[in-house]
Each structure stands twice: as structure tokens, then as C-alpha cells.
């Protein structure tokens, strides 16, 4: 499956980034985009995204009606793909070192705006087994490749 890895700056002084991990929809299936509700290109170019959290979420919760029961696992998706989301981006951003994907990262050097495609194994529907392997996940380990290694 494609990724899209980005690096935005937000801030001038200090400089800071918003860094994000995005999947194509092309790479997700018909019945999972139709359950995605936030969907847009983000200001990349790239056709329309999908948000790291609804690419791994179970179609159970995609299909579950809102209520505390879906916010709370929401919740828990999350906190996964941002963990995931931080492995991948330090694989091409090396100043991403923060354990999870932070919401604004200072950045002191100041790099340019950057985006990168990249490949992984497929992540749909994968968050029950990521987050029992979470502490040992590694980007090698999902299958991470940048597009420009093949």
C-alpha cells in the first residue's frame, strides 16, 4: 500500500511542522471509503486521503453507530496510528523523534516543506494486531519502503 509522508511548516518563530501520515484512497477499499466521513486531499494535490486512524480501524467501528462505546475505541485507534505515524515519519524526517505524532513540533533548523510516497504492507483494518505489537514495531518490520529504494 502507498503512504504519503509530510512535513508542513505551521509556525515562524520558532519555526514549527505539523507532520502527518496519509493514505490514498485508491490503496483502501470501495467499502472502507464509503465508511471514511473526513476525507480530503489536505492541501497535498495527491486525490483524495484517508487519515492514518480510519486506514487501521476495524469496519466494525467505521460501521458502528457514535456513541461513548466508539468514541472511547476511537480513541484508542488513534493513539495507535500516532504511534505508528511517528515510526514511519522518523523513517524520512529525521528531526520526527517524538514517540507519537506530536500536533506541532518545534524545529529549530527549519527545513523546507516536504512530502514523500512510500510503501508499506497493507495496514486495513489492522489495528487489533498493531497495537498488541506496538512496543516492537519497527518501520523495516511493517514493510516500509520510500518509493524512490525500489
Do not use: C, W
Amino acid at each position: 500500500m502507498r503512504i504519503l509522508l509530510t512535513r508542513t511548516r505551521i509556525g515562524m518563530e520558532p519555526p514549527s511542522y505539523s507532520f502527518r501520515v496519509y493514505v490514498p484512497f485508491t490503496e483502501i477499499s470501495l467499502e472502507r471509503q464509503a465508511l471514511i466521513s473526513m476525507h480530503s486531499d489536505y492541501g497535498m494535490g495527491a486525490g483524495l486521503l484517508a487519515r492514518l486512524p480510519d486506514v487501521i480501524a476495524p469496519m466494525s467501528h467505521l460501521e458502528s453507530a457514535p456513541g461513548l462505546d466508539k468514541h472511547n475505541l476511537g480513541k484508542r485507534i488513534d493513539g495507535v496510528a500516532d504511534r505508528l505515524g511517528a515510526i514511519l515519519l522518523g523513517q524520512v524526517f529525521p528531526e520526527m523523534a517524538e514517540r507519537t505524532v506530536p500536533f506541532r513540533l518545534s524545529v529549530p533548523a527549519g527545513p523546507a516543506n516536504a512530502r514523500l510516497f512510500a510503501t508499506i504492507d497493507n495496514l486495513s483494518g489492522r489495528y487489533e494486531p498493531l497495537s498488541r505489537a506496538l512496543e516492537n514495531l519497527t518501520a523495516e518490520g511493517l514493510g516500509f519502503h520510500r518509493e524512490s529504494d525500489r
